[in-house]
């Protein structure tokens, strides 16, 4: 199958960086779509940022300017740099992907990391 493996997340304060890693591993053919979310308390998951394959980007609008996503397709990896962190930042941070396993399925499936923990205190 098909895991996806976040890091870096951890209690930094206002004004600080952050930079989020998540690998995917196991049977992967390609990869389309890398992707951040983020669910804070009391409040539904929302798309942080998004990168594809052919290396389109698209920004939730709090966070454009300030957060900055990337991958390394040899590693099958996407980063998130987050600069000039606010409390509002405070959420779970997950990792998407939507995924090809092999040559012969046509068929893409989506995945999900297990979350990290990002606290901005004020």
């Known amino acids: 199958q098909v895991q996806l493996v976040e890091s870096g997340g951890g209690l930094v304060q206002a004004g600080g960086s952050l930079k989020l890693s998540c690998a995917a591993s196991?049977?992967?053919?390609?990869?389309?779509?890398m992707d951040w979310y983020r669910q804070a308390p009391g409040k539904e998951r929302e798309l942080v940022a998004a990168?594809?394959?052919?290396?389109?980007?698209n920004y939730a609008d709090s966070v454009n300017g300030r957060f900055t996503v990337s991958r390394d397709n040899a590693k099958n990896t996407v980063y998130l740099q987050m600069n000039s962190l606010k409390p509002e930042d405070t959420a779970v941070y997950y990792c998407?992907?939507?995924?090809?396993?092999?040559?012969?399925?046509?068929?893409?499936?989506?995945?999900w990391g297990q979350g990290t923990q990002v606290t901005v205190s004020s």
């Open positions: 990168l594809t394959s052919g290396g389109r980007t």
């Open positions: 196991g049977m992967i053919f390609s990869i389309n779509v």
């Open positions: 998407h992907a939507i995924i090809r396993r092999t040559a012969a399925q046509h068929n893409e499936y989506s995945y």
